[in-house]
């Protein structure tokens, strides 16, 4: 039976992690593939490296970066954090990431969608939306929600199944950071608008909102950063708690 | 042992080469039919459409260098697709070395596709993986699938029950990615090596 996935989110900044990561039995915190490699000792099921960095050295940092968690880790993985252009696709393809994300670029030009499916596949496209709750209708934000837009989420995540993307990750920035459970309702209607994965995130807080995320919300996969970071909640009790309680998982 | 892994227009074949290294084996990358004619062991990764790899693949006569090949060959998802007769997908002839069709998922309860992430294994009776793998996950990305049949060596669930592993002779294929898939991954492509 297809399992649901529990995927850690990593925030990257010039190649290193950043924002609240507190191991103890880390030699290096900061290092992304130490990170990785650790949470997929643990079970975790992919993982998402997601660059903060604003440089024009960006995309030979994230290639290399690429590189070194792909040499490393043998569960798949996505990049993701400003991507605009092929060129900077194509490189982290070469350098062997299994996925990269797309956001706001998609947006402002949405055959970016198309051109990356076309060369690359879908397989390999994620589409990655945060949107908001306004006064009854769920809009689609920019800029890691710092502008606002005019476009329905639901109509936004469809257009882009049209054009290609493979999965999309859908975070509510109502519930981001709130850790009170995910958006179920919202996510529901988005898995039931398209037929390709949906990865939820924003707002795990308790193993009962993973539960909550995959029945009720009817979510593939389940996002989160600050809760496994923290070590508030570990991945294997997580799978286990989901596994008793009927939930398939990977374990 | 000489591992050849052939180079073609496909995505992503650079995770194969990586996973091998981990395990300790050097691999040759090319797409020069004598290099892949005298290895000992062939790995046929792909990530890509049909139509145009086996396009790719007339033009540049690896079609030929591949039917021919008598070592140990592991096909890789669309590698594994395109050692079957034909494929739905843009209706394509493939390689005709494994007399099994491929077809595209056709969901009946709201299942997605592509199917994505981690599922199990049921192995065959005297299935090449060896026994400790059975319900073991592995990771899948694909839209189409093997039907089960007589070379059938593994076959996962999902939509209905789709052939994940095959054997004929001396073509090996998984349609999941080993590569991807941790340390059952691991432990298939050593299997695979210590044939």
């Not at chain 1, 043998?74 to 060129?87: H, M």
């Not at chain 2, 790995?43 to 459409?49: H, R």
């Not at chain 2, 843009?90 to 009946?108: A, M």
């Amino acid at each position: 039976m297809l399992a649901k996935r529990i995927i850690p989110c990593l925030d990257i900044k010039e190649g290193r992690t950043v924002k609240g990561i507190n191991f103890v039995d880390l030699r290096d915190a900061g290092d992304p593939v130490e990170l990785g490699a650790m949470y997929s000792e643990q079970g975790a099921d992919e993982l998402v490296f997601l660059d903060i960095t604003a440089t024009h050295e960006k995309r030979k940092t994230l290639a290399a970066l690429a590189h070194e968690i792909a040499a490393n880790l043998s569960i798949p993985f996505t990049i993701g954090g400003g991507i605009s252009s092929l060129g900077d696709v194509e490189a982290l393809l070469h350098a062997g990431a299994d996925k990269i994300s797309v956001n706001s670029a998609a947006v402002r030009r949405p055959a970016l969608i198309e051109e990356l499916a076309g060369n690359f596949g879908s397989q390999f496209v994620v589409l990655a939306v945060d949107a908001k709750h306004i006064n009854g209708e769920w809009f689609v934000y920019l800029n890691g929600g710092r502008i606002a837009t005019e476009i329905r989420l639901l109509d936004w995540v469809k257009e882009a199944e049209n054009l290609g993307a493979g999965e999309i990750l859908f975070t509510s920035m109502d519930h981001d950071g709130v850790k009170t459970g995910f958006a179920n309702d919202i996510l529901a209607a988005v898995s039931e608008t398209v037929s390709v994965p949906v990865i939820a995130s924003g707002g795990a807080g308790k193993m009962e909102h993973f539960y909550e995320v995959f029945t009720r919300g009817k979510a593939d996969a389940g996002l989160a950063a600050s809760i496994f970071h923290f070590q508030e909640i570990g991945i294997a009790e997580l799978k286990k708690y989901l596994s008793d309680k009927g939930v398939p998982v990977r374990i | 042992m000489n591992l050849a892994v052939i180079q073609y227009n496909a995505g992503n074949i650079r995770s194969v080469l990586f996973a091998l290294d981990r395990l300790g084996v050097k691999a040759d990358l090319t797409g020069d039919p004598d290099r892949i004619r005298r290895a000992d062991k062939v790995i046929f990764p792909g990530v890509g459409e049909a139509n145009t790899t086996m396009r790719f693949l007339r033009e540049k006569g690896l079609d030929e260098v591949i039917r021919s090949l008598r070592q140990p060959v592991l096909g890789i998802c669309l590698g594994m697709q395109l050692l079957c007769d034909h494929s739905e997908e843009n209706d394509t002839e493939c390689l005709g070395i494994i007399p099994q069709h491929v077809r595209l998922f056709r969901p009946q309860s709201g299942e997605k596709v592509p199917h994505m992430g981690w599922n199990t294994l049921e192995l065959s009776p005297d299935s090449w993986l060896g026994s400790d793998l059975q319900d073991q996950f592995v990771y899948f990305v694909h839209s189409y699938y093997v039907e089960p049949g007589p070379y059938t060596a593994a076959s996962t669930h999902y939509v209905q029950p789709f052939s994940s592993v095959v054997r004929k002779d001396n073509f090996y294929a998984t349609q999941f990615h080993p590569e991807k898939s941790g340390k059952v991954g691991e432990a298939i492509l050593r299997t695979f090596l210590d044939i």
